[in-house]
């Protein structure tokens, strides 16, 4: 109903997924930043009434704390995921540049993507409730993208739905090295060189 808003939530959820992405966080934790970053039109206290078993109204909580520069201490449980989430959210770069550092990994790759012009082209399908028919939408698309194995197939759905390596590894049932090793030629057959860029083929062919 107001299309500005939504608009803006719904770049910050994209921006906030590819961090989340590049940070390799828990899928839980992620899909919690993202959905609070699609809700920030909402007040959090609006957001933790109506969703009390999750941790979308907490992120929010936190991360207009920092956004207010008002005292959140790096201890917080959720100062990593409200920091994120004040970053996404604000109105332009100058704010987001001026908060207080509360991790130095997630600004400089908040920083290393926002710079990147590339990165207003990247789509991202969010994922929702339907997530039997994600999975089947994902594996769909990567089985567009030429030359790669079947094992090499598994490892990017998986890779683009946010796993980490280690992740990976325990549900192909191989070890991390041997991921590490199957990314690594992924990204030369895509001609990528991260993790984002290779999860962004993945969406344009899905959003095709």
Same mark, same amino acid.
């Given at each position: 109903m107001d299309p500005a808003a939504y608009e803006q939530s719904k770049e910050s959820a994209e921006l906030a997924a590819v961090i989340t992405t590049r940070l390799? #966080?828990?899928?839980?934790? /992620?899909?919690?930043?993202v959905r609070a970053c699609q809700l920030s039109?909402?007040?959090? /206290?609006?957001?933790?009434?109506m969703f009390p078993e999750r941790d979308m109204g907490a992120i929010m909580e936190a991360g207009s704390a920092i956004a /207010?520069?008002?005292?959140?201490?790096?201890?917080?449980?959720?100062?990593?995921a409200g920091y994120i989430y004040a970053l996404c959210t /604000?109105?332009?770069?100058?704010?987001a540049e001026n908060l207080r550092c509360i991790d130095s990994q997630v600004r400089e790759t908040f920083l290393s993507l926002t710079k990147n012009t590339q990165i207003?082209?990247?789509?991202?399908?969010?994922?929702?409730?339907?997530e039997t028919d994600d999975r089947a939408a994902i594996a769909d698309a990567?089985?567009?993208l030429d030359d790669l194995s079947p094992r090499e197939r598994e490892v990017l759905t998986l890779l683009s739905k946010g796993k980490n390596n280690q992740e990976i590894a325990e549900t192909l049932y191989i070890s991390s090295h041997t991921v590490k090793n199957h990314v690594t030629?992924?990204?030369?057959? #895509?001609?990528?060189?991260?993790?984002v860029s290779a999860i962004s083929k993945v969406y344009s062919y899905l959003h095709k």
């Open positions: 390799e #966080l828990p899928e839980k934790t /992620a899909r919690y930043i039109y909402y007040s959090p /206290a609006f957001i933790r009434k /207010a520069h008002e005292s959140v201490s790096e201890t917080h449980p959720h100062s990593t /604000a109105e332009d770069m100058e704010t207003s082209e990247v789509v991202f399908d969010l994922p929702g409730d339907r990567v089985s567009s030629k992924i990204f030369h057959k #895509l001609n990528v060189s991260d993790r």
